[in-house]
Every structure is written in C-alpha cells, then in structure tokens.
C-alpha cells in the first residue's frame, strides 16, 4: 500500500479486525458515493435530449430531493440547540451560493461539455478551497501543494484540448461555467468550514439544500411559466433518477463516509469518480475516450493525491462535505 497520511495515520499501518470493520463499509460508502454523483452527468445530458432547458430540469431536480432534506433536517434537528438568528442568516447565504448558484452553473455547463470533462473540472474543488483559503485566510501553500496544483491543471488542459478538438469553441464557455460551479462550491467549503463543525454535517447541508430548493423555485417561476413543467415523461424519470440516486443517496452515503473513516481517506475513495464518469459517459453517452482524456484523467488524479498528503489542505477543506452541485 502507498506510503503518506490520511488523517494522521499512515496509510500502510496495520489494521486492527476491529477497525476493519468501520473501514470498510466507510470505504464502500465513498466509493459509492462518488460513482452516483458521477451518474449526475449522465442523467443531465440524457435530459438534455429532449430540449428541456437547464432551469427546468434543476428544478424538477430540487422538486423531487427537496422533501427527503426536509425530513432530514427535522431528524438531525432533534434535542439539540436551536439554530441562532445568525446561523439562518449564514446557512441561507451558503444554500444559495453552495447548492443553488452551484448547481445552476453546472447544469448550463454541462449543455457544452462532456460529462468527463465537467466531473474532472469539479473535482478540482479541493485545489480551489487551498487557493481561496491561501488567499482569504492567509495560509501559505507549500511546496508539496504547488506540485499539487500543477498536476491537476495541467490535467484540466489535456483533458480541455480533448473535448476542443472534438466540439470547437463552445467547450470554452461550458467549461469556464462548470468552473464557476466548483469556484461556488468550494466559497461554500470554506465559508461553511466552521459551522459544520458546530452544527455538524447532516443537519447543514439539509438547510442549505431546502434553501436551494426554494431559491430554484422562485427562480424558475421568475423565468419561465408554470406550463415548462409539462415534459415527456422520460424528463421526470431522469430528474426522479437524479435527485434520489445521484443527489440523495450520494450526500448521505459521503456524509457517513466521512464520520466512519474521515474525510482524507473519503477523499482518496472518491477518486474513482472521474474514472467511472468516462466509463459511464462512453457507454450512456457515447462519448469517445482518447488518450488525450485519460492521460489527463490521470493528472488531476494525482494532483488531487498529492493534495490530500497535505495536512494544510486537509485542514483547509474541513470535513464539510466534499461535493460540488
């Protein structure tokens, strides 16, 4: 097994029987956890073939998560403190920002670019909080994070010259929106970095998740009339589809992941997620697979490896939850 730390503790120790069996459920749970939210793309562009627009499908999306966050937030919300007046005021601000803004950039993207390229755009995320939280909070980016950063997007170019190739100039456009998305994001990672810790995981992203809902809805009913609801019903499949499998399930299933094992090693699972998009693109999609594409596949994962042998970033990054829209 490779060498480093996650967490504190090397990665090649021993495991004890005991914490095998907290480890391993941990692991499949961010495996799993970032196989479905890779399945969000796939979903997206198969919608997108029956010319829906984009505030549309988001919120039918929200339409269909929004009360499984409603129950959530009322179970997480039991016996404890209430919320303090500046906490709504905070959550709100990050339910926008995080979840809505996010979400809405990254399904505009996504009628641009390919869904590989838009699942390696986000998962710079935890670059982008290193770089915020070097330039916010003053925290000085060593040596091993520079060597980070570089590998990651210099992989973000090869796998962009890919898609360029292949669709023209509109990838520019979808990909500076996808990047918006995870600039959103990661703004939500570390603004949210001390409430997390305070009003814990669950009981955060539930909150910022029924605002989202609320901030697509109004947005929608501002935009377009009530009658774009009525699709062909393969679009209300599909956004059943992503809002249960490839929003619901996976938010829980990292969040559990986190508290069995930590969020470095969460991280480090969630690494086949790139992978599985290609897989699931070119069998879904059709989406051509070239070496251009996987060799930066590879780069942004080993940028993203090397990052997480940084106990700066992994102290930059918190254990908010790790994924973007």
């Not at 939210?37 to 829906?52: C, D, M």
């Not at 009360?67 to 937030?73: A, E, Q, W």
């Not at 995320?125 to 909070?137: E, Y």
Request: a positive charge; charged letters at 10%; hydrophobic letters at 55%.
């Amino acid at each position: 097994m490779a060498r480093g730390t996650l967490n504190g503790a090397p990665w090649n120790r021993r495991v004890h029987p005991s914490q095998r069996r907290t480890l391993l459920p941990g692991l499949a749970l961010a495996v799993a956890g970032s196989v479905l939210f890779s399945g969000k793309a796939i979903v997206v562009k198969l919608a997108y073939r029956y010319n829906v627009d984009p505030l549309t499908l988001i919120a039918l999306r929200m339409a269909f998560a929004a009360p499984f966050f409603v129950v959530s937030y009322w179970w997480a919300s039991r016996g404890v403190q209430p919320l303090a007046r500046r906490d709504h005021g905070r959550l709100i601000a990050l339910g926008v920002l995080g979840y809505y803004l996010a979400s809405y950039l990254d399904f505009l993207g996504l009628q641009h670019v390919s869904a590989a390229l838009e699942r390696l755009i986000l998962f710079l995320n935890p670059t982008i909080v290193l770089l915020l939280s070097a330039f916010f909070l003053a925290k000085r980016i060593r040596r091993l994070e520079w060597i980070a950063l570089a590998l990651s997007y210099a992989g973000i170019v090869l796998a962009f010259w890919h898609d360029v190739r292949l669709e023209g100039g509109r990838i520019a456009l979808g990909s500076l929106l996808v990047f918006g998305s995870a600039l959103c994001y990661a703004l939500y990672l570390v603004i949210g970095g001390e409430l997390v810790k305070r009003l814990g995981a669950i009981r955060l992203t539930s909150y910022a998740m029924c605002v989202s809902s609320v901030a697509v809805m109004l947005h929608f009913l501002l935009v377009n009339p009530v009658s774009s609801l009525a699709q062909p019903a393969p679009v209300y499949w599909l956004s059943l589809l992503n809002a249960t499998l490839c929003t619901v399930l996976p938010v829980f299933a990292t969040m559990l992941a986190i508290e069995r094992i930590g969020a470095g090693r969460t991280s480090m699972a969630a690494m086949v997620g790139p992978v599985a998009t290609i897989g699931l693109a070119f069998v879904f999609l059709g989406e051509p697979v070239s070496g251009w594409q996987l060799a930066g596949t590879g780069l942004v994962l080993a940028g993203v490896y090397v990052l997480t042998l940084s106990p700066t970033a992994k102290a930059a990054a918190g254990s908010t939850p790790k994924e973007a829209s």
